[in-house]
Structure formats: C-alpha cells, structure tokens
C-alpha cells in the first residue's frame, strides 16, 4: 500500500513557475514509477509525466515539453513536478499516480492515486 498526497497547486497568474510535490507513505517508494496526470473540467485525464523508480528515465508529454519537468527524491518519498511559463490552458486537478508495472501514460496502469491538487493560471 502506497499513500500518495499532493500539494503545491493554487492561483498563478500566466508566465507564473509552480512546483508541485507528491509526498509519499506506506511501502517502500523507491519501488515505484510515479507519474502527475491532470484532468481539466470537463475533459479526460491526460498524462503529463513520469518517472522511473530510480529516476534515471523520465517521460513528459507533447503538450508540456520544454516547460514541466518531473524529479524525485527517493530518500525523501517525494516526487516534484516543477512548471514553468504556465499557460492559462494548464488549469486543471493535478494528480500523482504510483504503480509497480506500468505503461506510463495509461493511467488504468496505476494502482495508487493521490487525491489531487487545484492549479489554476490566470491570464
């Protein structure tokens, strides 16, 4: 079992950096790749990032290349999701997700989830 809480989000305004925490509890964290999906009202989770259990491979979504970046620190159970040059088309709940074997961007693939965070960019 893995608890996964999420922290960081609230109002920034366009052109604004923002990171986001997961902090994690429960099994042993170091095991687990690590993904921050989000879901905008209205719309579907999309996968943003991802992060192997070691953090030696990250994967980022098209839509948030070259400007989010995924990290971990193991010794901590935390994983980040720093964004910069937010865009007001980011706003949405910002979730992470840990599983054990995962195909990183199918968040069917996840066992655990945290309960999410609000971020919202205005322009």
């Known amino acids: 079992q893995v608890q996964l809480v999420e922290s960081g989000g609230g109002l920034v305004q366009a052109g604004d950096s923002l990171r986001l925490s997961c902090a994690a509890s429960g099994d042993t964290f170091s095991r687990y790749f690590v993904s921050w999906f989000r879901q905008a009202a209205g719309e579907e989770r999309e996968f943003i990032a991802g992060?192997?259990?070691?953090?030696?491979?990250?994967y980022i979504a098209d839509s948030v290349k070259g400007r989010f970046t995924i990290s971990r620190d193991n010794a901590k159970n935390t994983v980040y999701l720093q964004m910069n040059r937010l865009k007001p088309e980011d706003t949405a709940v910002y979730y992470c997700?840990?599983?054990?074997?995962?195909?990183?961007?199918?968040?069917?693939?996840?066992?655990?989830w945290g309960q999410g965070t609000q971020l919202t960019v205005s322009s």
């Open positions: 992060i192997s259990s070691s953090g030696g491979r990250t």
């Open positions: 997700a840990a599983g054990l074997y995962v195909a990183y961007s199918d968040s069917q693939t996840y066992r655990y």
